[in-house]
Each structure stands twice: as C-alpha cells, then as structure tokens.
C-alpha cells in the first residue's frame, strides 16, 4: 500500500514562508519522481514544482521560479517543499504526488501524469 501525507500548512502572512512535508511509505521512494501540485478554490488542479528520483533535477513553474524549492531525502522517505516570499495568490490546497521513474517519457508537469497522491495541506496567505 502506497500512502503519502502531507503536512506543514498553515495560515501566514504576505511575504513570510512555509515548509511543507511529504511522507512517503509503502514503496521504494527512491525510484519515483515526486512533485507538488495545488489547487485553488474554483480552480483546477496546477503544477508547482517536481524532483527526479536521484534529485538532480528540478523542475518548476514559472512564477514559482526563485521563490520555491523543492527537496527530497530518500534515507527518511520524504519530499519537501519551501516556500519563500508568499503571496495571497499561492493559497491553495497543496498536494504532493508521485509516480515510477520509469515513466519517463511522460510530462511532469501534468497532474494526470502521476500515480499516487497526497490528501492534500491547506495553504493560506494573508496580507
């Protein structure tokens, strides 16, 4: 059984930051590629940031470019998020997601594209 939590969200201010976590069990974490993805009241589902297995690549998106850091530490099972300089408009529910490394030749940054999911953490910037 795959199973991931996501934990450290929160309520904080307009330019402050967060940490969220990404417990994974039931696998072997090292060989999948992990991402984060959020969802906005209203909205659809959208990438934010992704990690190879080994962690020698990352990709994000754009607006989160210099802003989010994504990390992970295989020997503890998890996937982190920082998130730095936060704006009202990254409040969502945010979800960590996971798929084999052997789906390479398929999108990371398309929600779709991932096999196991997180119940997601709340995520709330005030200004």
């Known amino acids: 059984q795959v199973h991931l939590v996501e934990s450290g969200g929160g309520l904080v201010q307009a330019g402050g930051s967060l940490r969220l976590s990404c417990a994974v069990s039931g696998r072997t974490f090292s060989t999948y590629v992990s991402g984060w993805f959020r969802q906005a009241p209203g909205k659809e589902r959208e990438f934010v940031v992704a990690?190879?297995?080994?962690?020698?690549?990352?990709y994000s998106a754009s607006p989160e470019k210099g802003r989010f850091t994504i990390s992970r530490d295989n020997a503890k099972n998890t996937v982190y998020l920082q998130m730095n300089s936060l704006k009202p408009e990254d409040s969502a529910v945010y979800y960590c997601a996971a798929r084999p490394i052997t789906w390479y030749s398929r999108s990371v940054y398309d929600p779709k594209e991932y096999e196991y999911w997180g119940q997601g953490t709340q995520v709330t910037v005030s200004s």
């Open positions: 990690i190879t297995a080994s962690g020698g690549s990352i």
